[in-house]
């Protein structure tokens, strides 16, 4: 079972990064005392920290938008995810170390919540890809990886695709 990016989805998440960066751009303007004479300089760092981040962001969005290869992928083995940094590094994750799938509302988002055992068998692979940083929480209280996949870019709801992996998993568990 494949999974694929939506159009529509992708060009509105595009817009609504570049609608941001225009924002800021008009808060790092006053910032700098175009519109007054006066220079807020924490002004100036935060809105050139964020339009820094959402540029580089969009940019990635803007390279990946005609990409035509499934986001999600659920096989005979496991699940390969390229939705989010941390799924897309830890690559295949098998059905039998999957130990509970959920939605989690985090910020503006509703995200599928993998909680994955066997983490000697995945930490190794993703520590190749992101840094130590942002590994940072990734484990529960009882050791479990926590891994996220989002559906804002697919065309399926987040309902849906909890739904969908749960049927899978529990059809190749069996």
Avoid at 82 to 95: D, M, N, P, Y
Avoid at 104 to 113: A, S
Wanted: aromatic share 8%.
């Amino acid at each position: 079972m494949e999974f694929y990016k939506d159009k529509k989805k992708s060009g509105n998440l595009i817009l609504v990064y570049a609608g941001l960066i225009l924002v800021l751009t008009g808060i790092l303007l006053y910032s700098t005392g175009v519109f007054s004479d006066v220079i807020l300089a924490k002004g100036i760092a935060i809105s050139l920290v964020f339009i820094l981040f959402l540029s580089v962001y969009l940019i990635k969005m803007l390279i990946a938008y005609n990409d035509t290869d499934p986001q999600i992928v659920l096989n005979q083995e496991g699940i390969v995810s390229k939705v989010t940094s941390l799924s897309k590094a830890a690559g295949l994750i098998r059905w039998e170390d999957i130990k509970n799938i959920s939605l989690d509302r985090i910020g503006g988002d509703t995200l599928v919540t993998l909680q994955v055992g066997n983490p000697d068998h995945y930490l190794p692979v993703i520590r190749k890809h992101i840094s130590a940083m942002m590994l940072k929480g990734v484990q529960d209280k009882n050791g479990n990886l926590t891994i996220y996949l989002t559906a804002s870019e697919l065309e399926l709801e987040p309902l849906e695709l909890q739904k969908s992996i749960a049927h899978y998993a529990a059809g190749r568990r069996s």
